[in-house]
Structures are given as C-alpha cells and as structure tokens.
T-cell receptor, first 112, second 111 residues
Framework: EDQVTQSPEALRLQEGESSSLNCSYT??????LFWYRQDPGKGPEFLFT???AGEEKEKERLKATLTKKESFLHITAPKPEDSATYLC?????????????FGRGTSLIVHP | DAGVTQSPTHLIKTRGQQVTLRCSPK?????VSWYQQALGQGPQFIFQ???????QRGNFPDRFSGHQFPNYSSELNVNALLLGDSALYLC??????????FGQGTRLTVV
C-alpha cells in the first residue's frame, strides 16, 4: 500500500527565516511526486512534479528536491503570503495502483 | 483560461438525501478525478473518469457514483447522505493522466 507522511504537521516561521518541509513516501514504483499549496477552504494549487531521484525544481522562493525515499520543499526567505498548507502526493508507476496518495499536509504560518 | 470550475461552491443537505456536484475541466484536459477532503486531512481519491468511463476507483462505497460527458465535464453523485459525508469535494483535471489541476471545491454539509 502506498503511503505518504509529511512532517512537521505545523510550522511557524518568522519572515525571512528559511526552512524545509519533508515528505516521506513508500510506493511500489514511483511515477511522480507532486507538491501542492492549499489555502483554507480552497482547492490545492499545483506547484511541482518530480519524477526521479536527484531531480530539483524551483519556483520563486520554493525549491523541491527528490530522493528515493523522500522529498523536501525548501522555502527560502519566506513571506507572510507563503502561509498555507503544503500537500505532497505520490502516484505509482504503471503496474501499481495509479491512484494518487496524498499526505495530510504541513500547515505553514509565516509571521511578519 | 477559466481553469477547473466546480459548482455549487457550498451546499447543505439533510441525511438520506441525494446530491449532485458538477465539474468543468481545464481547457484541453480529458481526464477528471474526484476527491473528498475532510478537515485537517489530505484529499482522498474517489474515482477517475477518462473517455466517459470510470478508469480507477478508490475505497468509497457504491453510494458514490459519477459520470463524464462527451465535453469532458463530470458529475459526482452521492446517494443516501450520511453525516460523515460532510467534506470539501474536489475535482481535478489533467490531460491523459498528467499533472492534475484542482478546482476550488464544493463544501458539502450534511445535517
């Protein structure tokens, strides 16, 4: 069974204080690992897809990295508008379930 | 591009009733997936539709059913509503199962 564990559950940062969110996963064969941002009461907003270990992608203050067992979402010099819940999901390769499995998310609050 | 649109945005139903939620995919997308998200949880996969057929299904009872129309739009139907069905229902669209983009969701409250 595919599993995704995100840590920490909640994170409070001061504006400008860089940090990382973790997504540990277990999947029979990885097709893709996805990061989303979700604001309260809204649908998740797509950020990145990573496909293979060693891959990195960046968008503004966010950088996502991938190893064979986990992914990190690095936030550099965060601003209050980065406050949101960040969700990680994995999708198994063909031959696996192909059903995306989401973690419970990390709730990030950035104080001015 | 309007992105993925869902309707209605909010809905209140009574236990035992039936509900239909609607989703229009992002332009150019042919695959629609539905998710249920309880408060404080990640989205749980309900099912996926491609070429008007259910391609994959998560661990949800038969009370949850769906449909995809020739224009790729989709409906989620839930029969015999339970209090536990209260959640944010999300629709996501993609092109041939690629990167999925979500709508804003429908908040369903069952009383």
């Amino acid at each position: 069974e595919d599993q995704v564990t995100q840590s920490p559950e909640a994170l409070r940062l001061q504006e400008g204080e860089s940090s990382s969110l973790n997504c540990s996963y277990t999947v029979s064969g990885l097709r893709g690992l996805f990061w989303y941002r979700q604001d309260p009461g809204k649908g998740p907003e797509f950020l990145f897809t990573l496909y293979s270990a060693g891959e990195e992608k960046e968008k503004e203050r966010l950088k996502a990295t991938l190893t064979k067992k986990e992914s990190f979402l690095h936030i550099t010099a965060p601003k209050p508008e980065d406050s949101a819940t960040y969700l990680c999901a994995v999708q198994a390769a063909p031959g696996g379930s192909y059903i995306p499995t989401f973690g419970r998310g990390t709730s990030l609050i950035v104080h001015p | 591009d309007a992105g993925v649109t869902q309707s209605p945005t909010h809905l209140i139903k009574t236990r035992g009733q039936q509900v239909t939620l609607r989703c229009s995919p992002k332009s150019g997308h042919d695959t629609v997936s539905w998710y249920q998200q309880a408060l404080g949880q990640g989205p749980q996969f309900i099912f996926q539709y491609y070429e008007e057929e259910e391609r994959q299904r998560g661990n949800f009872p038969d009370r949850f059913s769906g449909h995809q129309f020739p224009n790729y739009s989709s409906e989620l139907n839930v029969n015999a509503l339970l209090l536990g069905d209260s959640a944010l229902y999300l629709c996501a669209s993609s092109f041939s199962g690629g990167d999925a983009f979500f709508g804003q969701g429908t908040r369903l409250t069952v009383v």
